[in-house]
């Protein structure tokens, strides 16, 4: 039985659906209920043409439900006037799909739910389960997120980049559960960015490899925090980074820049350099640079400050630091970095302390904590 | 997406608008006022934002290690202790002004005479997992 490939198959079979004329929300269900039939019945014998069973299966759902409900779909039918366009053939399901559960008349957590499931094919629990909410409540959203954008016309081509929103926040903010939600990101990235001509997609995607490469050496083996420079980097996994490199120079090269382009050029100098003291600093502040002017996000100044701190001086750093507002997050734990570079030990404990209080996950405050220890057990 | 806490005191939170004890509201009252608190629930998961909710007993007994091979030393319960918790409700909701708006009418709950409480409640934010992005 292989999951993989069932997630795979959903949105070109759910796309062959709404293309018949199912409208979405009931294609929707058709779909996820071929899907978990297929994971009851496919240990005993899959079938030859994995696809076509889904679709034919998933057809019949729908028929079946339909007829179950057939004055309440006729009265809809009238109300709605016409079903809303479906996508004009096999090769645009897909994306259509993609535009659709990132509509921006969703809110941001709905766009995650509905992508996970009508994209990505995990099921409602699975969904549940990785955000920590009860699966009665994420049933809720997704099933509101459809209803949203069931009269949704998409008749044009819809924006990419809520879509690239979407998919960094299924990419960054992903919990816990049995579901890798990076690696679903970056499978989903990847397919978005072969069907779209649009290099901030391929930078994406460059951007979640160079990350990714580097999970295996971010955390302990009891949870703890590895901060950048102190992380093991014959850990880092370098099929991952050669694949995001080479996304990253071919989308670069095309000479339409963007922030997930800026972003993955940043990770990967961290990736390029052997230790963490070869880093090519002077070339990562150039690339907040681009980020600043491109975004304006005051995060990225925040990080182009640590970053300046590090190619002209701690000094430096803390005068770029100065003219940013002292309530950006993190503010404080990069003043208590470059505090303990300049040499100010006093105050970077008591700044680290500070930053542990304000901390919003909890390695984080463990970490500052540990910093703060670190440095009142050895004295100023 | 972002989880939060309402905490509900017993005690320990400044006085509401609408401070009369339960046991002095008319039996209809009450049942107005459990109808609202069971219906702000369903609603919030109707709206994909519920996440749990619990009542907790006003009485408890503190516990602590008692040593090598001792039992658990308990003491309590403590009638100075200024704080008390009543119990929770856990949403998870797209922004911290959502949160706040929920607050709000969960405190709006009607008391005494059908009138908001206007109950203060405390809203507290979990700590998230670390963002995969670092940098």
Not at chain 1, 24 to 52: I, M, N, S
Not at chain 1, 224 to 230: K, M
Not at chain 2, 3 to 19: E, I, Q, T
Request: one cysteine or more; a negative charge.
């Amino acid at each position: 039985m292989n999951e993989a490939l069932l997630r795979r198959l959903t949105p070109d079979v759910l796309g062959v659906l709404v293309r018949r004329g199912a409208p979405f929300a009931a294609a929707e269900d058709a779909v996820q209920d071929a899907l978990a039939q297929a994971v009851r019945t496919w240990p005993d014998g899959a079938p030859d043409d994995p696809k076509g069973w889904l679709i034919t299966v998933a057809w019949r759902r729908f028929v079946d439900a339909s007829r179950a409900d057939a004055a309440r779909v006729r009265r809809e039918e009238r109300a709605a006037g016409e079903p809303p366009p479906g996508p004009a053939s096999g090769a645009d399901d897909t994306l259509w799909l993609y535009f659709l559960c990132a509509h921006p008349s969703l809110t941001p957590s709905s766009a995650v739910a509905l992508t996970l499931r009508a994209v990505a094919g995990l099921s409602t629990r699975q969904i549940a389960g990785a955000y920590l909410v009860p699966e009665a409540t994420m049933a809720q959203r997704i099933s509101r997120a459809k209803r949203t954008v069931s009269g949704v016309r998409l008749d044009r081509p819809g924006d990419v980049a809520t879509v690239l929103r979407v998919l960094y926040l299924v990419f960054n903010e992903g919990y816990s559960g049995d579901v890798d939600l990076s690696a679903e990101a970056i499978r989903l990235t990847r397919q978005l960015a072969a069907a779209v001509d649009h290099p901030e997609a391929s930078g994406l995607l460059a951007l979640m490899l160079l990350h990714h490469a580097r999970r295996p050496a971010r955390t302990t083996p009891d949870g703890r925090l590895v901060p950048l420079a102190e992380q093991d980097r014959t850990r880092w996994d370098t099929g991952a980074i050669a694949e995001g490199v080479e996304i990253l120079q071919t989308a670069l090269s095309r000479d339409r820049l963007g922030e997930y382009q800026a972003q993955a050029a940043v990770a990967a100098l961290h990736a390029d350099a052997p230790t963490a003291d070869e880093t090519d600093w002077p070339q990562i502040v150039e690339w907040y640079d681009e980020l600043v002017r491109l975004t304006g996000n005051p995060i990225a100044r925040l990080n182009r400050a640590i970053a300046v701190g590090e190619a002209d001086g701690p000094h430096a750093g803390l005068a770029a630091l100065a003219a940013l507002d002292p309530a950006l997050p993190r503010h404080t734990a990069a003043s208590a970095y470059l505090h303990e570079r300049a040499g100010d030990r006093a105050t970077a404990a008591r700044l680290y302390t500070e930053a542990a209080h304000q901390a919003a996950t909890l390695p984080e405050r463990t970490h500052l904590t540990h910093q703060a220890a670190r440095l009142n057990a050895t004295g100023p | 997406m972002a989880k939060y806490l309402l905490l509900k005191h017993y005690r320990g939170a400044p006085a509401s608008v609408n401070d009369v004890p339960m046991e002095r509201w008319t039996p209809e009252e009450i049942t107005a006022h459990v109808a609202y608190m069971n219906d702000f629930a369903a609603r919030l998961e109707q709206s994909g934002e519920y996440v749990d909710s619990r009542a907790l007993a006003p009485e408890g007994t503190w516990v602590q290690y008692g040593g090598e091979g001792k039992p658990p030393v308990t003491d309590g319960p403590f009638a100075e202790t200024k704080d008390l918790i009543a119990g929770w409700m856990i949403i998870d909701v797209d922004s911290y002004e959502r949160a706040l708006e929920l607050a709000g009418e969960l405190s709006a709950a009607p008391g005494a005479g059908g009138r908001p409480i206007h109950e203060w409640l405390e809203l507290r934010p979990f700590l998230t997992e670390p963002p995969t992005v670092t940098e």
